[in-house]
């Protein structure tokens, strides 16, 4: 069963947007945080932005505070993530994904879909 499915990536020049969205499927939507992650070549996976179940609370990583904003519409099962003023470093692959709160930070969520989805190529050019 596809459980996660990014769409939105493409190659944009510095200072570009784009959006992302993730659609979700096989879980009640509404009831857990939802996350974005990314990995870079070469690089660990890591947290990006993250949503409560009700959109009342968001999280961002510093490197991208400011500038993206994670939104969600329940109705739709889908979860977004605006990126404005792009960097060459935040080429990446895009992933979405249940969410948790650790003592050392955001983490996704292994108990809820428990693997990743195909994620979706962000790419920003110089």
């Known amino acids: 069963q596809v459980q996660l499915e990014e769409s939105g990536g493409g190659l944009v020049q510095a200072g570009g947007s784009l959006r992302l969205t993730c659609v979700v499927s096989?879980?009640?939507?509404?009831?857990?945080?939802m996350g974005w992650f990314r990995q870079a070549p070469g690089k660990e996976r890591e947290f990006v932005a993250a949503?409560?179940?009700?959109?009342?609370?968001?999280y961002y990583s510093d490197s991208v505070k400011g500038r993206f904003t994670i939104s969600r519409d329940n109705a739709k099962n889908t979860v977004y993530l605006q990126m404005n003023s792009l960097k060459p470093e935040d080429t990446a692959v895009y992933y979405c994904?249940?969410?948790?709160?650790?003592?050392?930070?955001?983490?996704?969520?292994?108990?809820?879909?428990?693997?990743w989805g195909q994620g979706t190529q962000v790419t920003v050019s110089s």
């Open positions: 994904n249940a969410a948790q709160a650790t003592i050392t930070g955001i983490r996704m969520d292994p108990g809820l879909f428990g693997s």
């Open positions: 096989g879980r009640t939507f509404n009831s857990f945080m």
């Open positions: 949503i409560t179940w009700n959109g009342g609370s968001t």
